[in-house]
């Protein structure tokens, strides 16, 4: 594990953190006490998908980056930075899916942006940042990203963000198409102005990736940045970010950015 820290920042962005903060006592006040303030979640992502391994038989060009696929013998209107092809192979992220990963997360756009091969396309979302569309991929490195994003615990701690970013891989495996986009995340989260402490953040993927593919961690915010690189992914599809580094503060979230599309 790689960790830089610029400034005195030190950041998690899709990872922990834990403050204690000490209250004070007179003499015949109650003993001080630390209570840990940290956005705390986990969960199963909501993110469907099908994959066309053969890619479809028919295409037709509905305009404005839309398409409409025949997929064995299926009718699928899809939204799609790049363009199908017959026969090749996409995978489908399904409308209703939260491409965001987070739970809690909002988002303060309609929108949240898928980019591969350097075009970019923007799908609709509610606040929940759940697919009011279906999204069509192609083979190789895929990004999506959510603008004016905050994850919220059912404690109501919060941690806003002006972009979140993940990075996955998609590919045809045998018969199948396959990804790294996240099934679980486990996270401790921080919150602006706080002291930074015992982060984490933990994303569960396909296991057919261990072994080829590791994964980045990256965060950026007013006071620094935090680089967690080079993680595997290890048993039962789990990739672990953490540190347990304390004393920094955690300023503006700019950017948050997790990485799992390289080898």
């Keep these: 594990m ?94 209703g899916s939260s491409p965001l990963a987070f739970g809690g997360i909002q988002t303060a756009e309609p929108t949240v942006e898928f980019e591969q091969e350097g075009r970019r396309v923007q799908a609709p979302v509610n606040e929940a940042g759940v697919l009011r569309t279906n999204v069509a991929l192609g083979m190789g490195r895929a990004c999506t990203i959510g603008r004016n994003v905050t994850i919220v615990d059912t404690s109501g701690r919060r941690l806003t963000g002006d972009q979140i970013r993940f990075c996955f891989l998609v590919e045809r495996v045998g018969a199948t198409v396959r990804s790294t986009l996240p099934q679980f995340v486990r996270y401790r989260l921080p919150t602006v102005g706080q002291l930074i402490e015992d982060v984490l953040v933990q994303v569960q993927v396909d296991e057919a990736f261990r072994g080829r593919v590791r994964g980045d961690l990256t965060v950026r915010h007013a006071n620094g940045t935090i680089e967690i690189t080079d993680r595997p992914i290890e048993s039962g599809g789990i990739v672990t970010f953490a540190s347990r580094a304390a004393g920094a503060v955690l300023g503006q979230v700019s950017e948050v950015e997790i990485n799992l599309s390289e080898p």
Aim: with cysteine.
């Design 2 to 95: 790689k960790v830089r820290r610029l400034n005195y920042g030190l950041v998690a962005a899709s990872v922990g953190l834990a403050v204690f903060i000490l209250y004070g006592c007179s003499g015949e006040g109650p003993r001080p006490r630390a209570e840990i303030l940290s956005v705390i979640g986990e969960g199963n992502t909501g993110i469907r998908t099908r994959g066309s391994a053969e890619g479809p038989t028919r295409v037709d060009n509905l305009g404005g980056n839309r398409y409409r696929l025949t997929i064995l013998n299926q009718i699928l209107e899809v939204l799609s930075p790049i363009t199908p092809q017959v026969g090749r192979p996409l995978l489908i992220i399904e409308e």
